[in-house]
T-cell receptor
């Protein structure tokens, strides 16, 4: 079956940029997502990108998509302590049911002072 | 502005006991989902309900049953709990099930420990 992979941990210094990477196997991906999970809370959609886009920017967030390499990244500029969370990459292929969304294992971002 | 509400937030069970996790959403969404989250494994879909009156198995349905009580409520039942079911359970909803961006709205989770 299809798979989404991401590294489990990332530590960055406050004020630096964070880059969280994700690779996926589904060549028919239409939407790719980044969800954020703060401690003790559920997941919340942070941003998404449609597969015909290369980049999407939203304030401090930049999403880059390399369809050829099936690689997605999330860059957080000027990382703050409030950005400490687990970030999940997810994708869905075609125009499938949302039940087909595949999640990565999540990257825990920790911020050093 | 509740969104998706799950109860209970925490539960400890002994092996073999049964329990039901409750979920309700107030966004008038048609589709609802139950996931489990285990360390290093991301989210895995247990069951989902694309619309009121329908339920379907997800990736890991064994040991669970669900009921879509009405459009708002979707419950998850463990008939005979096992230690392997120790996990954090998330309920989610979306509207509609297909044909849009597929954004899922999650509850805060229910942490279940089976001894």
């Amino acid at each position: 079956g299809e798979d989404v992979e991401q590294s489990l941990f990332l530590s960055v210094r406050e004020g630096d940029s964070s880059v969280i990477n994700c690779t996926y196997t589904d060549s028919s991906s239409t939407y790719l997502y980044w969800y954020k999970q703060e401690p003790g809370a559920g997941l919340q959609l942070l941003t998404y990108i449609f597969s015909n886009m290369d980049m999407k920017q939203d304030q401090r967030l930049t999403v880059l998509l390399n369809k050829k390499d099936k690689h997605l990244s999330l860059r957080i500029a000027d990382t703050q302590t409030g950005d400490s969370a687990i970030y999940f990459c997810a994708e869905i292929g075609g125009y499938s049911s949302a039940s087909k969304i595949i999640f990565g294992s999540g990257t825990r971002l920790s911020i050093r002072p | 502005n509740a969104g998706v509400t799950q109860t209970p937030k925490f539960q400890v069970l002994k092996t073999g006991q049964s329990m039901t996790l409750q979920c309700a959403q107030d966004m008038n969404h048609n589709s609802m989902y139950w996931y489990r989250q285990d360390p290093g494994m991301g989210l895995r879909l247990i069951y989902y309900s694309a619309s009121e009156g329908t339920t379907d198995k997800g990736e890991v349905p064994n040991g669970y049953n669900v009921s879509r009580l009405n459009k708002r409520e979707f419950s998850l039942r463990l008939e005979s709990a096992a230690p392997s079911q120790t996990s954090v359970y998330f309920c989610a909803s979306s509207e509609p099930d297909r044909g849009t961006t597929g954004e899922l709205f999650f509850g805060e989770g229910s942490r279940l420990t089976v001894l």
